[in-house]
């Protein structure tokens, strides 16, 4: 299997994204996996011109020339495609959000439903699975919101939402405890998602512990308002 992470944080491999990430693939790869990521910010990426040449003039092949032909290649060899990306305004960030838009060419101009959801078809069939992993330094997993609701399009195997998210890198020594403990059920998600194509219940359950109350993180990170 391969599973490959496309991250689009802008921070690259410093982010607490990709710290979530890199244990998740340390995990797939005890699962015999071959892993990538890729840190889009670092990647020539033109924005969608919405020419449809893709789908009509040259079908599969963007007019742009930039790195993206290269990624959509790399996108269509995995087996499991991750997008990762922090929350910083509702959404994932810009990156990714340009590269998913970029991802038109693997359409076609051809309208299909199910259960009255609307969708272009694939210009080739998939056998991929897709998941997602997501950061944000803020408490509440309110921030996710949006995320859930755009990437439900292609109907994850596996959502990772991660709220509190500068705890992460905490040199602290009882946070670092409580960061250690919930990174070893991200790898083991990792582990699962290739050995057994799915993530056993008590591990999603130890990927949604708490890693500090509320009123706690927003204390540490300086940020105590009147109304918390």
Not at 33 to 49: D, P, R, V, W, Y
Not at 61 to 86: H, I, T
Request: with cysteine.
């Amino acid at each position: 299997m391969k599973v490959i992470v496309f991250n689009g944080s802008p921070a690259a491999a410093g982010s607490n994204t990709n710290v979530i990430a890199e244990i998740f693939l340390r995990g797939a790869r005890r699962a015999g996996a071959e892993t990538e990521t890729i840190f889009l910010i670092e990647k020539n990426i033109g924005h969608c011109q919405g020419c449809f040449s893709c789908w009509f003039k040259t079908p599969g092949k963007c007019v742009l020339q930039d790195d993206m032909q290269e990624l959509l290649d790399l996108y269509n060899s995995a087996d499991l495609v991750c997008f990762a990306s922090p929350v910083y305004t509702w959404n994932m960030t810009a990156a990714l959000k340009n590269f998913v838009d970029r991802l038109a060419p693997l359409k076609c101009p051809v309208i299909v439903s199910k259960n009255d959801n609307f969708d272009l078809a694939d210009s080739a069939a998939k056998n991929q699975r897709f998941m997602v992993i997501s950061n944000c330094g803020f408490p509440g997993n309110n921030n996710f919101e949006t995320m859930k609701v755009v990437f439900a399009s292609c109907n994850p195997v596996l959502e990772i939402y991660r709220n509190c998210g500068k705890l992460l890198k905490s040199k602290d020594e009882k946070i670092r405890s409580v960061v250690d403990n919930y990174l070893k059920f991200v790898e083991q998600a990792g582990y699962e998602m290739v050995k057994y194509n799915n993530v056993l219940e008590d591990t999603k359950a130890g990927l949604q512990t708490e890693l500090m109350s509320i009123p706690e993180y927003v204390k540490y990170i300086g940020m105590l308002g009147n109304r918390i």
